[in-house]
């Protein structure tokens, strides 16, 4: 499988606090990754460094086989690196198909009637064309999640890059998140998933990458991460004298 997206020896300080010391992996194109880690590990300034909101202090991301860690927000979205934000940020006062529109416009590779056509394809595939014209301020906590994923797709990633969109839902609305993660992985896009929740990590991701210490601990199937030893050590400080 090929390598859409390479980090090596990815690293971040603030100050004499060193959250991502060294961290690799590869995203396989068309995959789900999903990035377990206890509280404060880095997981989110690891998304903001892939994004170009951080700068890392050392290592590279290599995106396409294009050397990117030096390359700036915009660009990197533009390039096909979309995300989501742990707190849904929608524009309230704005229409749910304007928030889309914002989304496709800020993406800068369509026509303002492409990005219609897209607002309505990406509305179709949330889930929300039957909600186009209401206030973004009006919606629920599912749909304020809908609608983040529904702004990053509007700019066409190639890579999604979800910070805990399960947080704060209901076990069936968890279950619809999933699915919904799966239509887009269906639609070609390889996504990186952030998340506390276990369930979405079984059922909702091809690989788990463990993220623990400043280091990739560990990282395979989702069943084989889970029941890992390092998985037991992270999170309940067990597991070093096993085989
Ligand atoms: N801009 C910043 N300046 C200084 N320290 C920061 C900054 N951003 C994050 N940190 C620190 O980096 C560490 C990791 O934070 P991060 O939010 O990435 O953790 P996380 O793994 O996403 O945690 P959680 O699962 O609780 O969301 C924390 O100690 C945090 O205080």
């Given at each position: 499988m090929s390598a859409i997206l390479t980090v090596k020896d990815l690293g971040i300080s603030f100050g004499s606090n060193h959250v991502l010391k060294s961290v690799n992996f590869q995203l396989n194109e068309g995959e789900v990754l999903g990035v377990i880690g206890p509280n404060g590990a880095g997981k989110t300034v690891m998304l903001n460094v892939l994004t170009g909101i951080l700068k890392p202090t050392k290592g590279t991301i290599t995106f396409e086989g294009k050397e990117?860690?030096?390359?700036?927000i915009t660009d990197r979205c533009k390039g096909g690196i979309g995300r989501t934000f742990q707190v849904p940020r929608p524009f309230e006062k704005m229409t749910v198909f304007e928030n889309i529109m914002v989304g496709g416009v800020f993406g800068g590779r369509m026509s303002e009637k492409q990005a219609k056509e897209e607002a309505l394809r990406v509305a179709e595939t949330i889930g929300l064309s039957d909600k186009l014209s209401l206030f973004a301020g009006k919606l629920g906590l599912l749909d304020r999640k809908r609608l983040e994923i529904g702004r990053a797709l509007a700019t066409q990633p190639k890579i999604l890059l979800l910070d805990e969109v399960g947080g704060g839902l209901t076990e069936s609305e968890v279950e619809s998140i999933i699915q919904l993660v799966k239509t887009v992985k269906a639609q070609g896009v390889s996504v990186i998933w952030i998340e506390h929740i276990i369930r979405t990590m079984l059922e909702g991701t091809d690989r788990v990458l463990l993220l623990a210490d400043g280091v990739d601990v560990v990282c395979g199937k989702p069943m084989e991460v889970m029941n890992s030893k390092e998985v037991s050590r992270v999170y309940m400080g067990g597991g070093d004298d096993e085989a």
């Open positions: 990117i860690s030096k390359e700036g």
